[in-house]
């Protein structure tokens, strides 16, 4: 395994020279990346990712110290050197008052001492005015010790402030919660999801429609053809004449359902009765051969049949009077969401 080519070389390189890069990619994310992270980017081990990471951590530090210094030093007000409260020297004596009549005496003369010098004391900052600020100089290097209690301290501080990883977790949760119940309270969203719903519905109400049917359809094909021979014309015609009466019926339902979709519900009786009628006949048609043969079980085989054969056509019939009413239901649903919104 080789590591990339950084600085034109492909060979393992130090610490020194991956620092740019590894600078880079702190700029890149925002923060110092984990361990494991340079180790993948730079294809090094795990102690110089560490020594590595420890490099950046350090450089971090004494960024925010030296910029913890300068925001400190732009908030101070200026203080102007030459301005005093009172005066650098010693106020000045004032001069004797001698009167005009007293003689004038020649002061006595004491001999002048040299005064002591002492050796000038090497300062760390220059002296200057208490108002002055201290020049910025660079900050010290941290070694691993103070980068680990830093490390430490930063994350005793989280924790004593309930900034954990749970808590983290649970912050964050809420937020998407509160994301989430916005968009879903919103009408156009509850609109979309009502007419799923209703597609949803419908559908699973036309398979039942459409078993019950094609189960009805045997019965009366043998309804229909009576004693006719097998594969004749008028056996072959039977099978017609249940698609012929289903056809109608389910014409009816798509046009009602269609109309209720738009807001223009179907409910005269003409139609009613049409409906009733072709499900009647259907049913009719599908007990009568049930009710004309003979069993070996005797009659009670011969009434579960029929009961049989009446319950298949009443599926029928519910779902074709459930249909319309349920779309009818949606319909008006999906408008007042609708019109609620176009109001405000």
């Given at each position: 395994?080789?590591?990339p080519?950084?600085?034109?070389?492909?060979?393992?390189?130090?610490?020194?020279?991956?620092?740019?890069?590894a600078?880079?990619?702190?700029?890149?994310?925002?923060?110092?990346?984990?361990?494991?992270?340079?180790?993948?980017?730079?294809?090094?081990?795990?102690?110089?990712?560490?020594?590595?990471?420890?490099?950046?951590?350090?450089?971090?530090?004494?960024?925010?110290?030296?910029?913890?210094?300068?925001?400190?030093?732009?908030?101070?007000?200026?203080?102007?050197?030459?301005?005093?409260?009172?005066?650098?020297?010693?106020?000045?004596?004032?001069?004797?008052?001698?009167?005009?009549?007293?003689?004038?005496?020649?002061?006595?003369?004491?001999?002048?001492?040299?005064?002591?010098?002492?050796?000038?004391?090497?300062?760390?900052?220059?002296?200057?005015?208490?108002?002055?600020?201290?020049?910025?100089?660079?900050?010290?290097?941290?070694n691993?010790?103070?980068?680990?209690?830093?490390?430490?301290?930063?994350?005793?501080?989280?924790l004593?402030?309930?900034?954990?990883?749970?808590?983290?977790?649970?912050?964050?949760?809420?937020?998407?919660?509160?994301?989430?119940?916005?968009?879903?309270?919103?009408?156009?969203?509850?609109?979309?999801?009502?007419?799923?719903q209703?597609?949803?519905?419908?559908?699973?109400?036309?398979?039942?429609?459409?078993?019950?049917?094609?189960?009805?359809?045997?019965?009366?094909?043998?309804?229909?053809?009576?004693?006719?021979?097998?594969?004749?014309?008028?056996?072959?015609?039977?099978?017609?004449?249940?698609?012929?009466?289903?056809?109608?019926?389910?014409?009816?339902?798509?046009?009602?359902?269609?109309?209720?979709?738009?807001?223009?519900?179907?409910?005269?009786?003409?139609?009613?009765?049409v409906?009733?009628?072709?499900?009647?006949?259907?049913?009719?048609?599908?007990?009568?051969?049930?009710?004309?043969?003979?069993?070996?079980?005797?009659?009670?085989?011969?009434?579960?049949?029929?009961?049989?054969?009446?319950?298949?056509?009443?599926?029928?019939?519910?779902?074709?009077?459930?249909?319309?009413?349920?779309?009818?239901?949606?319909?008006?649903?999906?408008?007042?969401?609708?019109?609620?919104?176009?109001?405000?």
């Amino acid at each position: 395994m080789t590591a990339p080519a950084i600085n034109g070389t492909k060979y393992p390189q130090p610490v020194e020279a991956l620092l740019p890069a590894a600078r880079e990619i702190v700029k890149e994310l925002g923060e110092v990346p984990a361990r494991n992270e340079l180790m993948r980017r730079f294809r090094i081990g795990a102690p110089k990712a560490q020594e590595l990471r420890d490099r950046l951590i350090a450089e971090k530090a004494r960024e925010i110290v030296l910029r913890d210094r300068t925001q400190r030093a732009d908030t101070e007000p200026a203080v102007d050197l030459w301005d005093y409260a009172e005066p650098i020297g010693p106020d000045p004596l004032p001069a004797p008052v001698v009167p005009e009549s007293v003689p004038l005496v020649e002061p006595v003369l004491t001999p002048v001492v040299a005064p002591v010098v002492a050796e000038p004391v090497e300062q760390v900052a220059p002296v200057s005015h208490p108002g002055t600020p201290a020049p910025l100089g660079p900050p010290p290097a941290l070694n691993r010790n103070e980068r680990r209690a830093l490390r430490a301290q930063a994350a005793h501080d989280a924790l004593m402030q309930g900034q954990t990883r749970r808590v983290r977790e649970w912050t964050a949760k809420a937020a998407e919660a509160r994301q989430l119940r916005r968009l879903l309270m919103d009408p156009d969203i509850q609109a979309v999801r009502l007419m799923r719903q209703r597609a949803r519905w419908t559908a699973m109400a036309w398979s039942a429609l459409l078993f019950a049917l094609a189960f009805t359809m045997v019965n009366v094909q043998r309804f229909a053809a009576g004693h006719a021979e097998a594969w004749s014309p008028t056996w072959l015609v039977a099978w017609l004449v249940d698609p012929a009466f289903s056809i109608l019926l389910v014409g009816l339902l798509i046009a009602r359902g269609q109309l209720s979709a738009v807001g223009r519900s179907v409910h005269q009786r003409t139609v009613r009765r049409v409906e009733y009628a072709l499900l009647a006949s259907t049913a009719a048609m599908n007990v009568m051969p049930t009710l004309a043969e003979g069993y070996p079980g005797g009659w009670r085989e011969q009434a579960m049949q029929v009961l049989l054969h009446l319950l298949i056509p009443g599926l029928a019939f519910a779902a074709a009077l459930v249909i319309t009413l349920i779309q009818d239901h949606f319909a008006d649903a999906i408008a007042s969401i609708t019109e609620g919104e176009d109001a405000r």
